[in-house]
Structure formats: structure tokens, C-alpha cells
């Protein structure tokens, strides 16, 4: 029996080093100097934050954003869309009057088209031209991100890692907390990026949409249409705020909704408090469409 459990006991030393040879790059930042510091919620501080790497200090109003799409035009590239989930479109950090930056770091933008393709000021944003930000992700082989944002995370009319490229470049660079001095001595190019996309899927999975709507009766459909009041209602119910509620045709098509917050500590991994909405919806009262996929856009996913 000793021999065995020698044998059973060297199999497992020998796994344990295995996997630990196999250990990815970190892509945390490195919040030691957060640990002995007060907290408050972002645009709720009542006395300056001591670091912007710590709390949320520029785009402290969060919105995560979500699309519903019925196709993507890319369906022959097999660039479909999840089965029963809305899609990720963002996590944008607006500021605590409801305006917003934009593009806040051009040595950080990798985004092929950029939109708008000038800064307020008048300064151009070059379209980047470089290896697309899914070679970022490999490069710290992080295979699983990859595979749930082209799962989740689905453009229109053009390839995913543009989508990519455009959220982080024109969104994150806005955020404090995913500055490049915020990830220490041991900083690797890129890890900012790997860590914003993280980031973006966590808080994503907060809000599972299509679940919350269906619970509540509210399925897509071409046959009927649904009010304001009853969207709002089925959100509000399980998030206790009401987030914007986006349409397009006039008001009349259901496509978006966006998650207010105030955060607690960084946006990585801090505390998300759900506010209502800062900005009117674009749908009508009633009459809204919530229309049904094309049903070869979509594939079946799991959760």
C-alpha cells in the first residue's frame, strides 16, 4: 500500500508541475496599493479618489450594452449569432453628467475604421493597420476568451475583431482603471486590452436579456408587438432600475438596451450598482417589434 500511494503521490506532483508549466500570462492589474485605501462609488465620492487606478475616476457612469441583431451578413463566413441571447456591445464609460470621452489614447488604437474619424478638437484617428486585436488574445493564450466572444460578441456586415478593436480603442482607453500604469513593472503589451475584454464578458453575463425578457413573456416574434411599459417592466423586475431601452424604424424595432451603474472599486472587479436610465428610450409607447432571428443566423450555445 506504501508503494501505491508513493505512485499515486509522484502522479500527482508530476500533474501539479504539468499544469503549472501551462499557466497562462496574468492580465490582472496589480491593485496592492488599493488594499488599505477607502472605497466609494464612482461619481458618488464625496472626497477625491487617492488613485485612478483603484476607483473609476474618469467614466464612472458604466453602461453595459447589448444589441439584437436578426442577422450578421457574414453568415457564409460562419460569423453567426448565439441561440436565445441577445450580443454583447459594450461596456462604455460615460461620465457622471451623461457626457463622454472618446478614443483617449491613440498610441492604443487599434481600430480599423474609427468612428467618428475626429476627435471633437479636430484631431484625426488613423485607422489602424496593424495584426487584429484576436492575435492580442492568443498571444496570451487565452483560446477560451476567444471562442466566447465569437460566440457572444458578433459584428454586422463586417468581422468580429473589428468590433473588438473599435470597443476597446474608442471605449476602454476612456477608463481609468485599464490605464497601462496600472498593471505595474510587469506590464506585457496588450495586457490592458486581454483584461478589457474579461472584463466586458463578466459583466455581460449579468444581465442575461433574452432569459429575463422570455420569463416575463416577452419572446421575439413577427406576429406580435409589445409596449414600452412591458419591455421596462420585465428588466426593471429582475435588476431593480430601469435600463435604456433602444429602438430603430421610427421607434418601432426593439435592438438595444443599455445597464446603468456606479462602481465600487475598479471596473474590473470592483462592485456594479444598477441606476436607472439617464437617457429617454427611442422606442414608441407601444407597437414595438421584437423580431424573430433569420433561423440560419443563429446557432444553438451553451451557458
Not at 35 to 51: G, I, K, M, R, W
Not at 217 to 229: A, D, F, I
Request: aromatic share 14%.
Amino acid at each position: 500500500m506504501l508503494s501505491l500511494g508513493l505512485v499515486v503521490l509522484s502522479a500527482a506532483l508530476a500533474t501539479h508541475a504539468s499544469w503549472s508549466q501551462l499557466a497562462l500570462p496574468r492580465t490582472y492589474p496589480n491593485i496592492s496599493q488599493c488594499v488599505d485605501l477607502p472605497v466609494q462609488y464612482s461619481c458618488e465620492n464625496t472626497t477625491a479618489f487617492a488613485s485612478s487606478c483603484c476607483n473609476v475616476v474618469q467614466g464612472g457612469l458604466v453602461l453595459q450594452t447589448q444589441f439584437w441583431s436578426t442577422y450578421t451578413g457574414l453568415e457564409r463566413e460562419g460569423q453567426l449569432l448565439p441561440a436565445g441571447s441577445w450580443t454583447i456591445h459594450g461596456l462604455w464609460p460615460d461620465n457622471c453628467d451623461g457626457s463622454y470621452d472618446q478614443y483617449c489614447d491613440l498610441s492604443r488604437q487599434y481600430d480599423p475604421s474609427p468612428d467618428p474619424s475626429k476627435l471633437p478638437d479636430g484631431t484625426p484617428v488613423p485607422p489602424y493597420k496593424g495584426p487584429g486585436v484576436q492575435t492580442f488574445i492568443e498571444e496570451f493564450g487565452r483560446v477560451d476568451l476567444l471562442g466566447y466572444m465569437n460566440t457572444f460578441w458578433i459584428n454586422q456586415g463586417a468581422p468580429n475583431e473589428d468590433f473588438w478593436a473599435h470597443e476597446f480603442s474608442k471605449h476602454a482607453t476612456c477608463t481609468s482603471t485599464f490605464d497601462t500604469a496600472c498593471y505595474g513593472s510587469d506590464y506585457k503589451e496588450h495586457m490592458e486590452v486581454v483584461n478589457f475584454y474579461e472584463t466586458v464578458t463578466k459583466v455581460f453575463q449579468m444581465y442575461p436579456t433574452y432569459n429575463m425578457f422570455a420569463a416575463s413573456g416577452v419572446l421575439p416574434s413577427n406576429k406580435t408587438t409589445y409596449s414600452l411599459t412591458q419591455l421596462q417592466s420585465a428588466l426593471r423586475s429582475q435588476t431593480g432600475a430601469t435600463p435604456y431601452v433602444g429602438c430603430s424604424g421610427n421607434g418601432t424595432v426593439l435592438d438595444e438596451v443599455w445597464y446603468f451603474h456606479h462602481v465600487l472599486g475598479t471596473e474590473q472587479y470592483g462592485h456594479f450598482k444598477t441606476l436607472h436610465s439617464t437617457t429617454n428610450s427611442t422606442c414608441n409607447e407601444s407597437g414595438i417589434w421584437y423580431y424573430e432571428r433569420t433561423p440560419t443566423s443563429e446557432r444553438p450555445v451553451s451557458y
